[in-house]
């Protein structure tokens, strides 16, 4: 359970019904995630953040679904988050990466990871000339 | 400068030599990054530090260089490592992400942090099914 | 200047001087910050994000105006981020701290801050019977 | 169990006995709380931390018990520490938030921790003028 | 399990094999860790980690073991990993230090990890003059 | 200057001058650093954080001077706080690392800061047995 009680299914009406619809058809799922039973209990915050997942994540942008999802792994794992990460290693799988991709993106993060903490360590000053062009 | 003194270009010699050579000849500059001019003064250190970067980033895997670029941004981010965000800022635009690409993995992130913490605050529970097949 | 470039007053039109309106009114400024100005890139995106800003700060909830400037400045500080902490001390100095009442909000974040550290690092176990009631 | 066995009430004699009885009359609590009894491993350093978590939180300042208790908990948030979470969590409740409360906090710690790596990664400048008087 | 499958022993050969041969040996231990055994999916990752932490922690340098495994410990209780905790505390008391010695470590990190952002949040400016000549 | 007025040393008077010359007095220096100039503006929190450092720093326990001040360090880096990075080199260096001593500490980072997000992302399950006896 999580520290507050979640609006069940069954109990929401009007906006947050809607709002619990959409996710579901959005997802492609026919259950609510805790997350947004939760975020529930404020409608109108619920609102808020389903559009701006929607604007951020729904859009024709420069970047596709995988690459999205691997962002939002990648942040997940930099931040601890148990939950986030089952949900959006779910998430890269469903996209396309297998456990060698998903091995993959862990490497890299341990690669960049490791060099930041030993750039900001040693104070080590910013470059003259860009690395890349 | 860094808090510890750099072993500039003209100091190198031997094996830190030749990985100052692979170092420009593969990132395509004719200058040694201070983050390397740092680690060079544990040559054993820079050689494997090295080496675990170009198998993790060099390799022909299931990530291409943008996607990886960008996993360096994302990390370096959360980090907020300067230095950092300042390379693979260059890095992501020159695997092809211009201004709005840029603005738009930020706005990823921005997201993706935020849903994080709510769900660490409030304790929120694994869902019973997957949100991804 | 920002990685990007910002989308000035003068070149916004339509939704993004709209909200670059909202913004200053809001605010109660003349001029627009520049973390909105960089978000304007993606209009739909900073439509989304000033909407959440608005759903969650200025609505009439159980928490007043300066409980959640000093949420702000705590979240600002844990991530040590400079241009927020900046905004944010002043949020709180607007909504009635001084200097006495900002040394204290730190000096809690000090305390507890070490505290986590200790519990996590030592694997401390839930006690069997709640701290309050 | 913590990593270190912890000194039980039973055990404790002297100084210790001292601050854990001080201990449970200031919290209102008829147990010792897992994290004193791992401190008193080290008299010294359990009574330097319980004199300053009674100097920051019981004394008479400008914030009052709510707000501190928030700062815990947001702190708790963004160290993911669950057992301080479930601490705090129960600090908040007894200062008078409830579930609708909780949430709100939460989304607060939301927002502003998506915001503060959008500034970070970037590079967002400071702004000429304060956005606050 | 992790979220990817892992190589186990029987399954190894070639170059992972000898690998997991040479952790065995260099830890002192007859079973793979999880960690290496993941690892192994991408065999020149897995490869170019273990040198990479031999070249660190193997070398004789300036930090002897204990001091080296402290710094792990550290490093994993900023990170609030807990598979990480536990190896490195139980490296810590290989290497000499018992349940005083880890609350000790533990304090040490309280304190600072305190102070630090103490002076984040209050931006605190460098001294004129060095601390320590 | 920080986000507050500091208490100068011209105008200490009382409890806050006497544990400025104790402050002095210990680190050996002939001025008072910013921190506790700031930390000042509330006597009680500044003599119970002093006397917090000391009963960590200054007590005869297992850690020697240069490992706590190591740990330090290390806490610094995570936490990317640069006034701390600097004064705690500095403590490092007085304590008897030089250059290379200091970048050992570094690259030691380096490594368990991706390690552990390699963990942590790809949820790497607990061993059966401990690596260390």
């Known amino acids: 359970m999580a520290s507050v009680e979640m609006i069940e299914e069954e109990a929401a009406t009007g906006k947050v019904k809607e709002i619990y619809d959409n996710i579901k058809e959005s997802i492609g799922i026919d259950f609510v995630p805790n997350m947004y039973k939760v975020m529930a209990r404020n409608p109108a915050y619920l609102e808020a953040s389903w559009n701006k997942i929607q604007a951020v994540m729904g859009r024709t942008g ?27 290693t779910g998430a890269v799988r469903k996209y396309g990466l297998d456990d060698d991709g998903l091995t993959e993106v862990a490497a890299v993060i341990d690669v960049f990871n490791g060099l930041n903490k030993f750039n900001t360590g040693l104070d080590v000053e910013m470059d003259e000339q860009p690395w890349f062009g």
Chains 1, 2, 3, 4, 5, 6 share one sequence.
């Open 62 to 88: 420069k970047l596709d679904d995988l690459t999205k999802a691997i962002i939002a792994l990648t942040v997940s794992t930099m931040n601890g988050c148990a939950y986030c990460i089952t949900v959006y």
